[in-house]
């Protein structure tokens, strides 16, 4: 990122056909993450939606429940920002300034969660925990956790800190394209194809050229005109 050494597992809106989640985007809780190769899960106000990268669309869309994520169905509510870690573990931050530690590879919650979102285990993220509305792993060795105050901490996944000298404003300077949709982030999700999108609050979203450092040209976009998941039962997303 330019002077710096997104999701929530995604944020959608549903087309005309299927509104069944528009009337609460923009108070919902919502993640967004690459979950295994060729899935992401997209959290929405406690429902999940299981996303083919490959295919382009939805696998299954229904409530987040102990059945397909062991332990985490009581938190399902809770959930605002999701990462995956590239350890094997998927980490889902909740609104109460907590976190849930999950193992990929076992399919299961661990044990002794929630814990605290403190410095002591999120080194310079104590004082941010009740701020964080998306987390987007930008597969360079960093995530970069967005607030909901327009400001932005980048931090180091191997060193496991925050980079000292942040937050920063998450402005077109640093995030070139963003112009003044950096307090709107809702949603980060790192598409495993060179580009990333975040969603905003306000119902539009915006695709990141990842090795370029900067948005697309012509975005943001209307999410309902381009993300089209149909219903539960037939789900035909396109994203441009």
Avoid at 37 to 65: C, H, Q, W
Avoid at 86 to 114: H, I
Wanted: hydrophobic share 35%; proline share 5%; net charge neutral.
């Amino acid at each position: 990122m330019q002077n710096r050494l997104p999701v929530k597992t995604l944020l959608v809106v549903i087309a005309a056909t299927s509104t069944w989640l528009v009337p609460r985007m923009a108070d919902a809780q919502d993640s967004a993450l690459h979950w295994k190769p060729n899935t992401s899960y997209l959290f929405l106000d406690g429902e999940l939606i299981d996303y083919d990268n490959r295919a382009d669309k939805a696998r299954s869309i229904s409530p987040v429940s102990d059945q397909q994520l062991p332990g985490v169905g009581r938190y399902a509510s809770k959930i605002t920002a999701a990462l995956n870690f590239d350890n094997g573990f998927a980490y889902l931050f909740l609104n109460d300034a907590t976190y849930l530690k999950y193992d990929l590879n076992a399919n299961r919650l661990l044990d002794g969660y929630p814990r605290q979102t403190n410095d002591q285990l999120w080194p310079g993220l104590g004082a941010h925990a009740r701020k964080i509305s998306a987390v987007l792993n930008f597969g360079n060795g960093f995530a970069y956790f967005f607030l909901n105050d327009a400001t932005y901490i980048k931090y180091d996944i191997k060193g496991d800190r925050a980079i000292e000298g942040y937050p920063r404003p998450t402005s077109n300077r640093n995030w070139p394209g963003l112009a003044n949709n950096g307090g709107k982030i809702a949603a980060a999700l790192n598409y495993d194809n060179g580009y990333a999108y975040l969603f905003l609050s306000d119902g539009n979203y915006i695709k990141y050229d990842l090795k370029a450092d900067k948005s697309l040209a012509g975005y943001p976009l209307n999410t309902a005109q381009n993300w089209d998941w149909g219903s539960r039962n037939t789900p035909s997303p396109t994203t441009t």
